[in-house]
T-cell receptor, first 115, second 111 residues
Framework: AQSVTQLDSHVSVSEGTPVLLRCNYS??????LFWYVQHPNKGLQLLLK??????LVKGINGFEAEFKKSETSFHLTKPSAHMSDAAEYFC?????????????FGPGTRLSVLP | EAGVVQSPRYKIIEKKQPVAFWCNPI?????LYWYLQNLGQGPELLIR????????DSQLPKDRFSAERLKGVDSTLKIQPAELGDSAVYLC?????????FGPGTRLTVL
């Protein structure tokens, strides 16, 4: 069975400072991992995904994440936060089972960016 | 390219009433998902279609929820009768070869 833990329900940073959103996963298979962002009243938008290629994955809007198998982690980072980054962020694990590709979402981390 | 279209965007009903949500996936996307997102939580899968076949409906509460995708394109999710606890956002997503796109969701409020 798959599961995702997002260690912080809420992270608050000042504009221009680094962002770190933590994610740990559990999967019986070789997983694919994703980060999605959800702005208020908007759909989920894919930030980046890891699919067993390079362990450091670069996404949109300056975000990147590093896959660490030994730590079962896939933390999301950004060097400098912008006000527009304030949103809900979801870590997602996906693998293939008898039903095909399954997505399991973490509970989400709300990012606040202070001026 | 148009995204995943969902309607209505918002729906308010009284408990015990029926409600239906509609989803039009991205053209050419064979896989269609319905997710339930409760307030402050991540989305949870309700049902997944491959073309017109429901290949995973293990999390769909079949006593009151039903879904269909008759021609393998657009899909409808129905709740009958709705309960107070059904208040949530219902998300539709479609995918093709590993690229998944989510719709904006339908926010349901049951009074």
């Amino acid at each position: 069975a798959q599961s995702v833990t997002q260690l912080d329900s809420h992270v608050s940073v000042s504009e221009g400072t680094p962002v770190l959103l933590r994610c740990n996963y559990s999967s019986s298979y070789s997983p694919s991992l994703f980060w999605y962002v959800q702005h208020p009243n908007k759909g989920l938008q894919l930030l980046l995904k890891y699919t067993s290629a390079a362990t450091l994955v670069k996404g949109i809007n300056g975000f990147e994440a590093e896959f660490k198998k030994s730590e079962t982690s896939f933390h999301l980072t950004k060097p400098s936060a912008h006000m527009s980054d304030a949103a809900e962020y979801f870590c997602v694990v996906s693998d293939h089972s008898s039903h095909g590709q399954n997505f399991v979402f973490g509970p989400g981390t709300r990012l606040s960016v202070l001026p | 390219e148009a995204g995943v279209v969902q309607s209505p965007r918002y729906k308010i009903i009284e408990k015990k009433q029926p409600v239906a949500f509609w989803c039009n996936p991205i053209s050419g996307h064979n896989t269609l998902y319905w997710y339930l997102q409760n307030l402050g939580q991540g989305p949870e899968l309700l049902i997944r279609y491959e073309n017109e076949e429901a290949v995973d409906d293990s999390q769909l509460p079949k006593d009151r929820f039903s879904a269909e995708r008759l021609k393998g394109v657009d899909s409808t999710l129905k709740i009958q009768p709705a309960e107070l606890g059904d208040s949530a956002v219902y998300l539709c997503a479609s995918s093709k070869t590993g690229s998944t796109v989510f719709g904006p969701g339908t926010r349901l409020t049951v009074l």
